[in-house]
C-alpha cells in the first residue's frame, strides 16, 4: 500500500491535538475575574511559566502557559482533543478571547500546536507502524 493511501485512509477523527498557548496578561483586578470566566468556559488549567519574559507593555505583568488537548468526558474521565473543525474553532475562540483580554506574545512565547496518530483503529497494526514512519520522515 502507498504511503499517500495510507493518509488519505486515516480520518481526521484519528488525529488527536493538543494546544499550548503561552502568552503575557496584565496582572490587574480588572483581568483576574473575566480570565476566570474565560478559564471556566473552556475548561481550562493554566501555569505560570517562567521561560516567558514580559515585554512591559503593562505595568505588572502575568505570564501564562494555557494547555488545550483534554476533554472531560461525561463519566469524569478524559480523553485527547481529536483535531475535528469544532475543536480547532474551540481553539481558535480561546486564544481570541485570551488577546481581547490585553494578552499578547513576543519572542519568549507564543502558539504551540501538537498532533498525533492517536488510534488509527481503521488501519493495521503495521500500516500504523508505516504511517509512523511516514509522518516522521516527511516532518
Known amino acids: 500500500m502507498k504511503f499517500s493511501q495510507i493518509i488519505n485512509e486515516a480520518q481526521l477523527s484519528d488525529i488527536t491535538m493538543g494546544f499550548e498557548v503561552e502568552c503575557i496578561l496584565p ?3 480588572k483581568v483576574h475575574k ?4 474565560i478559564l471556566n468556559k473552556y475548561n481550562i488549567d493554566w501555569d505560570n511559566d517562567s521561560s516567558i519574559n514580559p515585554s512591559g507593555k503593562y505595568n505588572q505583568e ?4 494555557f494547555k488545550i488537548g483534554e476533554l472531560e468526558n461525561p463519566d469524569g474521565s478524559t480523553s485527547q482533543m481529536r483535531a475535528t473543525p469544532a475543536n ?19 519572542e519568549s512565547c507564543g502558539l504551540h500546536a501538537h498532533f498525533g496518530i ?11 507502524v508505516w504511517f509512523t514512519i511516514y509522518m516522521i520522515q516527511s516532518g
Open 88 to 106: 480547532f474553532l474551540r481553539c481558535a475562540n480561546f486564544v481570541h478571547d485570551i488577546f481581547k483580554l490585553g494578552g499578547y506574545t513576543n
Open 27 to 29: 496582572d490587574n483586578k
Open 62 to 65: 502575568q505570564t501564562y502557559e
Open 118 to 128: 492517536g488510534e488509527l483503529n481503521k488501519l493495521s497494526n503495521l500500516q500504523n
Open 34 to 37: 473575566p480570565l476566570q470566566d
